[in-house]
């Protein structure tokens, strides 16, 4: 009889794998596209002569969009 412990087996049931989005997937242009929607909003905002609230959004925003990326 084989006694041979299986530890690679045993921690994959344990820690079971988290999907990764892929860098071509459609999640991800779908990030960028709106970032890039809300970067031009918060440029026009300023240009308009709205400084603090582009700022303010430019911001949040980037902020919304790290937490997003990192999984949060």
């Not at 045993?10 to 970067?39: C, N, Y």
């Not at 905002?45 to 997003?68: H, K, V, Y």
């Amino acid at each position: 009889m084989n006694a041979e412990d299986d530890f690679g087996l045993w921690e994959r049931e344990l820690k079971p794998e988290i999907p990764r989005v892929q860098a071509g997937s459609a999640s991800g242009r779908g990030m960028v596209a709106a970032a890039a929607v809300v970067a031009a909003g918060c440029t026009i905002l300023i240009t308009l002569g709205q400084a603090p609230l582009g700022a303010a959004g430019l911001i949040l925003s980037s902020l919304i969009l790290l937490l997003w990326r990192i999984g949060m």
